[in-house]
């Protein structure tokens, strides 16, 4: 005589409700997202920090080009469980994030001669740039990244080299993966390095 | 008189020729000056002229070249965007591994654990074909090519996506999202875990999963419909036992059973998931094993059992800890009727993982304890792994662990065993 072994109702349940829910995707295919629609950087980031290294170690925004990462993001969308916006956002910011530049380029130049006026204060810039990484602390979200409280820590280097990290990117030492130039952020200015790294040393900084 | 007018006009005439002379003398002079300045400016303006022509040239020339360094600027930029957002893109990944094992009853070996290449093929945001091949090495030296997974994925919704063909098992978390060697932090699977375990590998069939959030939290989830795995049975002591579960995704439903399945998990913080999973059905002997030689042969006709698998799973994360935790079961029913009529069997197995990164290094500590049970006391173990970890990238590891197995004496899964592995994850 066979056996049931687990609760029958449930698993039948279970069985059937693969129907309705294929009729409710089908249904919705009309709204599937234009391509490529560009996703929020700083909700990509935070969703980045907080899921990727749930299973691995995170992969270096400059591992892949743009192209790359889209197809890399819809095989993690399926893998990892995101949903399509979560996904866009993360794309983005990957984007944003593996852009490599040159200390001597023009373009360097021209970003450091932004010197226009911010219209964020430091926390905001760190909310929305650097916390996902670094951490509401400032210690750090992600394994190898630096702990600013600490006394040998970054915060220890003149504000003149960290603003240089920060425009061009930096890898620490001990940590498998760099900063990316500007965080990541290509928006931020001048002004917006200068506050933030005024933010990181009233926040964080160890007398 | 008209001699006197005579004489005055000839004294006249000598006297203007004797004024007029040192004149016409000076006159000749000044000529000349003026004829070689004239010169001189002739060849100045005439010089100036040239420079003219030359810098109108030279303009002429660089307007030119701005020209045609924008075309090419432009062009670059055009290409730039082709290949940012086309509608056809082409992804090749994968991971590979190479490595060293050193049993309690062996000599130790080189070995290539894997070439897993991942083919990518992906039309805007509607359809995903993703593939993996598996070459390995064999101890003979042959080279066996097998097929991890192929599916088409159909991108539904934001929150839905159909996947269809061979697809990894959605039962817990270490198939589908941790078996590669770059991920997984130990250089060997959890007992049970790996082929012919407890935790089903794949399934060919359909799925349907996803994510939405629920309430302030995520989630996120898979339910299929798939052929189901097949069963071997062994004839061992005067009667027919089952001898273990194949759920490696077959191509034919030979006993015409589907297996139903999914995995619900929900993340009430973002460093914590939890899930649980489950599939039931029906599964069939279809293979005879030889007792000597281990070699199968195919059978037809068998009772079709009741299969059922449960599994938990949990991940938490913070900083540079992680810990996990699996447990699975799988059940097969027994059967009065058929040639291989038989007892049912269990094959349970749960294992524990915690991995720690030291802070600002690329070192990384791992411990795992594992605890598997089979119908066959042979195969069951407990297993404690202490890993270390030299992460040179984020997707190239160096692994060192060693393996310390409890199980029947003399028996493999007693063997403890030095494992060395250079993983990439490409």
Same mark, same amino acid.
């Given at each position: 005589?066979?056996?049931?072994?687990?609760?029958?109702?449930?698993?039948?349940?279970?069985?059937?409700?693969?129907?309705?829910?294929?009729?409710?995707?089908?249904?919705?295919?009309?709204?599937?997202?234009?391509?490529?629609?560009?996703?929020?950087?700083?909700?990509?980031?935070?969703?980045?920090?907080?899921?990727?290294?749930?299973?691995?170690?995170?992969?270096?925004?400059?591992?892949?080009?743009?192209?790359?990462?889209?197809?890399?993001?819809?095989?993690?969308?399926?893998?990892?469980?995101?949903?399509?916006?979560?996904?866009?956002?993360?794309?983005?910011?990957?984007?944003?994030?593996?852009?490599?530049?040159?200390?001597?380029?023009?373009?360097?130049?021209?970003?450091?001669?932004?010197?226009?006026?911010?219209?964020?204060?430091?926390?905001?810039?760190?909310?929305?740039?650097?916390?996902?990484?670094?951490?509401?602390?400032?210690?750090?979200?992600?394994?190898?990244?630096?702990?600013?409280?600490?006394?040998?820590?970054?915060?220890?280097?003149?504000?003149?080299?960290?603003?240089?990290?920060?425009?061009?990117?930096?890898?620490?030492?001990?940590?498998?993966?760099?900063?990316?130039?500007?965080?990541?952020?290509?928006?931020?200015?001048?002004?917006?390095?200068?506050?933030?790294?005024?933010?990181?040393?009233?926040?964080?900084?160890?007398? | 008189?008209?001699?006197?007018?005579?004489?005055?006009?000839?004294?006249?005439?000598?006297?203007?020729?004797?004024?007029?002379?040192?004149?016409?003398?000076?006159?000749?002079?000044?000529?000349?000056?003026?004829?070689?300045?004239?010169?001189?400016?002739?060849?100045?303006?005439?010089?100036?002229?040239?420079?003219?022509?030359?810098?109108?040239?030279?303009?002429?020339?660089?307007?030119?070249?701005?020209?045609?360094?924008?075309?090419?600027?432009?062009?670059?930029?055009?290409?730039?965007?082709?290949?940012?957002?086309?509608?056809?893109?082409?992804?090749?990944?994968?991971?590979?591994?190479?490595?060293?094992?050193?049993?309690?009853?062996?000599?130790?070996?080189?070995?290539?654990?894997?070439?897993?290449?991942?083919?990518?093929?992906?039309?805007?945001?509607?359809?995903?074909?993703?593939?993996?091949?598996?070459?390995?090495?064999?101890?003979?030296?042959?080279?066996?090519?097998?097929?991890?997974?192929?599916?088409?994925?159909?991108?539904?919704?934001?929150?839905?996506?159909?996947?269809? =063909?061979?697809?990894?098992?959605?039962?817990?978390?270490?198939?589908?999202?941790?078996?590669?060697?770059?991920?997984?932090?130990?250089?060997?699977?959890?007992?049970?875990?790996?082929?012919?375990?407890?935790?089903?590998?794949?399934?060919?069939?359909?799925?349907?999963?996803?994510?939405?959030?629920?309430?302030?939290?995520?989630?996120?989830?898979?339910?299929?419909?798939?052929?189901?795995?097949?069963?071997?049975?062994?004839?061992?002591?005067?009667?027919?036992?089952?001898?273990?579960?194949?759920?490696?995704?077959?191509?034919?439903?030979?006993?015409?059973?589907?297996?139903? =399945?999914?995995?619900?998990?929900?993340?009430?913080?973002?460093?914590?998931?939890?899930?649980?999973?489950?599939?039931?059905?029906?599964?069939?002997?279809?293979?005879?094993?030889?007792?000597?030689?281990?070699?199968?042969?195919?059978?037809?006709?068998?009772?079709?059992?009741?299969?059922?698998?449960?599994?938990?799973?949990?991940?938490?994360?913070?900083?540079?800890?992680?810990?996990?935790?699996?447990?699975?079961?799988?059940?097969?029913?027994?059967?009065?009727?058929?040639?291989?009529?038989?007892?049912?069997?269990?094959?349970?197995?749960?294992?524990?993982?915690?991995?720690?990164?030291?802070?600002?290094?690329?070192?990384?500590?791992?411990?795992?304890?594992?605890?598997?049970?089979?119908?066959?006391?042979?195969?069951?173990?407990?297993?404690?792994?202490?890993?270390?970890?030299?992460?040179?990238?984020?997707?190239?590891?160096?692994?060192?662990?060693?393996?310390?197995?409890?199980?029947?004496?003399?028996?493999?899964?007693?063997?403890?065993?030095?494992?060395?592995?250079?993983?990439?994850?490409?």
């Amino acid at each position: 005589m066979s056996t049931r072994l687990y609760s029958p109702i449930i698993l039948r349940l279970a069985r059937y409700a693969m129907l309705p829910m294929l009729a409710i995707g089908m249904v919705s295919i009309a709204m599937a997202a234009d391509y490529p629609e560009p996703g929020d950087f700083a909700s990509g980031s935070r969703v980045w920090a907080e899921n990727c290294n749930r299973c691995h170690n995170v992969r270096d925004p400059r591992d892949l080009r743009d192209d790359q990462w889209i197809t890399a993001m819809f095989h993690m969308r399926i893998r990892a469980g995101l949903t399509g916006r979560e996904t866009r956002d993360i794309l983005t910011f990957l984007q944003a994030s593996n852009t490599v530049i040159a200390a001597d380029s023009k373009l360097t130049a021209l970003a450091t001669e932004q010197a226009t006026e911010s219209t964020y204060s430091g926390a905001e810039i760190y909310a929305q740039t650097c916390v996902a990484c670094h951490g509401a602390d400032g210690t750090g979200a992600l394994p190898g990244v630096p702990n600013f409280s600490h006394a040998d820590g970054p915060l220890g280097k003149s504000n003149e080299i960290l603003h240089q990290n920060i425009l061009l990117g930096y890898q620490s030492p001990g940590s498998p993966m760099a900063m990316p130039p500007k965080g990541g952020n290509p928006a931020l200015t001048r002004a917006d390095i200068d506050l933030v790294l005024q933010y990181l040393r009233e926040e964080f900084a160890q007398e | 008189m008209f001699s006197v007018l005579k004489r005055i006009r000839q004294v006249y005439l000598v006297l203007s020729a004797g004024l007029l002379l040192p004149n016409v003398l000076l006159a000749d002079a000044n000529y000349d000056a003026l004829q070689a300045q004239v010169e001189n400016l002739s060849a100045q303006l005439e010089e100036v002229q040239k420079i003219l022509a030359r810098s109108e040239q030279g303009q002429a020339e660089q307007a030119s070249a701005r020209t045609e360094e924008i075309a090419a600027l432009k062009k670059d930029i055009d290409v730039a965007a082709e290949w940012r957002t086309p509608n056809s893109l082409i992804h090749l990944a994968g991971y590979t591994d190479v490595g060293y094992v050193n049993g309690d009853n062996d000599d130790g070996s080189f070995n290539v654990g894997m070439f897993s290449p991942i083919f990518h093929f992906q039309y805007r945001d509607i359809v995903l074909f993703e593939s993996e091949l598996e070459f390995e090495l064999s101890p003979d030296g042959e080279t066996e090519i097998g097929l991890e997974y192929l599916t088409l994925d159909y991108f539904l919704n934001d929150y839905v996506t159909l996947v269809g =063909g061979l697809f990894l098992s959605p039962i817990g978390q270490f198939r589908q999202n941790l078996h590669p060697s770059w991920i997984n932090k130990l250089p060997s699977a959890p007992p049970g875990f790996g082929h012919d375990g407890a935790a089903p590998t794949s399934d060919v069939g359909l799925q349907l999963r996803g994510a939405f959030p629920l309430g302030g939290m995520r989630s996120n989830y898979a339910v299929y419909v798939g052929n189901g795995p097949e069963l071997n049975s062994v004839f061992e002591d005067g009667e027919f036992e089952l001898e273990g579960i194949e759920a490696e995704g077959f191509g034919a439903d030979r006993d015409g059973e589907k297996v139903f =399945g999914g995995r619900f998990a929900i993340l009430p913080v973002s460093s914590l998931e939890i899930g649980v999973s489950g599939a039931t059905g029906k599964a069939t002997v279809t293979g005879l094993e030889d007792e000597d030689t281990g070699d199968i042969s195919e059978i037809e006709g068998e009772t079709a059992r009741d299969y059922d698998v449960i599994g938990a799973d949990f991940t938490w994360t913070r900083k540079d800890l992680s810990i996990r935790g699996e447990y699975v079961q799988s059940k097969i029913g027994e059967t009065a009727t058929g040639l291989t009529a038989s007892e049912g069997g269990e094959w349970t197995s749960w294992y524990t993982q915690a991995a720690w990164r030291f802070p600002s290094t690329k070192i990384e500590a791992v411990l795992r304890y594992t605890d598997f049970d089979s119908p066959h006391a042979s195969h069951d173990r407990q297993q404690w792994v202490l890993g270390l970890n030299y992460l040179i990238t984020n997707n190239f590891i160096a692994k060192g662990a060693y393996e310390f197995n409890d199980g029947i004496e003399g028996s493999i899964a007693n063997s403890d065993r030095l494992i060395l592995q250079l993983a990439y994850g490409f």
